[in-house]
């Protein structure tokens, strides 16, 4: 991947949902002008979601989600429509399809994509093929939803430029509206990225968060520098001015907090993707609970990636390491990754999650909602760390 490519965890997510051959497979074919999911007449063509990344004109860089009909039947059904459900709680925008009378599923779907706060737009497709161009059922699905649906034929091309403005109308309010360092610097700043290059970075390489992170800073027309950790002392020296901003790897907090002139800002690439993909303010409340666990606690630590552990693994070695340090070899720690995470939380203390920086933002904050309703404190590898460090008051916390 380039630099300039956009990571599809941040992209707006925009999922088609809906009974099995409504249309939901012919209609993304259509929109993105190729042929990228499977269309049949039978029933059931689409079993796994499928992802199409593309630019989207007065939108940006987007991914289309196709999914499984949720009316999917037997023992193989029921897990794609499980696939549905968890693909929906990463979806910034839902084209919800109506496909007759019985309205039941697609009102149950409106009310779980609308709980998850989730911008649903009512579509009914095959126009043309329905009895006085889909109409009348047009005027039952507003009546039923409060909303007038959108029309459209795959086959004809029709509606297809209204349903194109209706998507860039609903945009979310929150869409683009983060950025990873927020007010930590601005244009002309110095800032210094200290890079561990260690068995978690792959050889030659940066990783997605530090290739992201630099991203923006050139776009703000910061002045970047960077170093690894055994190379800081040797970088300030060169400096005629202290940095106004220093960005390192949560497991270098300590070093490179020492070592740090005190004029300058320190922060971690976890810290910054904490309030990019995640509830920062949550994450900070939550690390403050660490000091009143102890090791009769059980916490669960959850990684986006799915990787085999690694020998110095942050989240598998250095951060329980750090935890039974603090609070006891005999706690308990529990580990999940990918898309795995219970729905049942009342066995843990804390749930600490990675820096997410392959899942997008709703799908994280979907996250930190199961954890809020079900009255569980959830932090992040670099909050967690700096509090666990005795630092955290002193680490720089963007905002806006």
Known sequence: MGMTDTPRANRLHIGLFGRRNSGKSSLLNALVGQ?????????????????????????????????????????????????????????????????????????????????????????????????????????????????????????????????????????????????????????????????????????????????????????????VMSCTTDMLENTLACLSKPPRLMITDSQAFRTVYDKKPKESLLTSFSVLFAHYKGDIRYFIDSAERLSSLSQDSRILIAEACTHRPLEEDIGRVKLPRLLRKKLGEALEIDFVSGRDFPEDLSPYDLVIHCGSCMFNRRYVLNRVEQCRRQGKPMTNYGVAIAALLGILDHVGIPEG
């Open 35 to 223: 042929s990228v999911a499977t269309v049949s007449d039978v029933a059931g063509t689409t079993t796994d979601p499928v992802y199409k990344a593309m630019e989207f004109h007065g939108i940006g860089p987007v991914v289309f989600v196709d999914t499984a009909g949720f009316d999917d039947e037997g023992s193989l059904g029921d897990l794609r429509v499980e696939k549905t459900r968890d693909a929906s709680k990463s979806i910034d925008m839902a084209l919800l399809f109506f496909d007759g009378e019985d309205m039941e599923e697609e009102l149950s779907w409106l009310k779980s994509l609308k709980g998850g706060k989730t911008a649903v737009i009512p579509v009914i497709s095959k126009a043309d093929q329905r009895p006085d161009g889909g109409m009348s059922l047009a005027a039952a699905v507003k009546e039923a939803v409060g909303k007038e649906p959108v029309l459209v034929s795959a086959r004809e091309g029709t509606g297809l430029e209204i349903l194109r403005g209706e998507l860039i109308r609903c945009l979310p309010e929150d869409y683009e509206g983060e950025s990873i360092t927020g007010n930590l610097c601005d244009s002309g700043d110095l800032v210094l990225l200290v890079m561990p290059q260690d068995i978690q970075a792959p050889k030659g390489r940066l990783i997605l968060p530090q290739v992201q992170t630099l991203r923006e800073l050139l776009d703000k027309k910061c002045v």
